[in-house]
């Protein structure tokens, strides 16, 4: 059983940074895409951030230009900077890997959710 967690949300200032990480682990033979999902309160959950195994990346446009994702694969952790946070960015963030099980089966698994929180 392969687990997500979060870290890193909390309360910031408009125009501030935050730094998120999302640490698996757990039996595995290799993830494949990690990424970074939001769900604001009365929202379906929306893409943010994802990241492939040979690190191509892709981002929603609400948040291109202002945030980076990045992961360590010797880790198996993926981080999502952000900068110049809004109001509009305050959402739970959800961390997703497509990982790929001893049966050679690609799955999904998902975090816990960690809580960001841009409020002066």
């Known amino acids: 059983q392969v687990q997500l967690v979060e870290s890193g949300g909390g309360l910031v200032q408009p125009g501030g940074s935050l730094r998120l990480s999302c640490a698996a682990s757990?039996?595995?033979?290799?993830?494949?895409?990690m990424g970074w999902y939001r769900q604001a309160p009365g929202n379906q959950r929306e893409l943010v951030a994802t990241i492939t195994s040979g690190d191509s990346t892709n981002y929603a446009g609400s948040v291109k230009g202002r945030s980076t994702i990045s992961r360590d694969n010797a880790k198996n952790t993926a981080y999502l900077q952000m900068n110049n946070l809004k109001p509009e960015d305050t959402a739970v963030y959800y961390c997703n890997a497509k990982v790929v099980g001893v049966g050679r089966i690609e799955y999904d698994v998902w975090g816990q959710g960690t809580q960001v929180t841009v409020s002066s």
């Open positions: 757990g039996i595995m033979f290799r993830i494949n895409a």
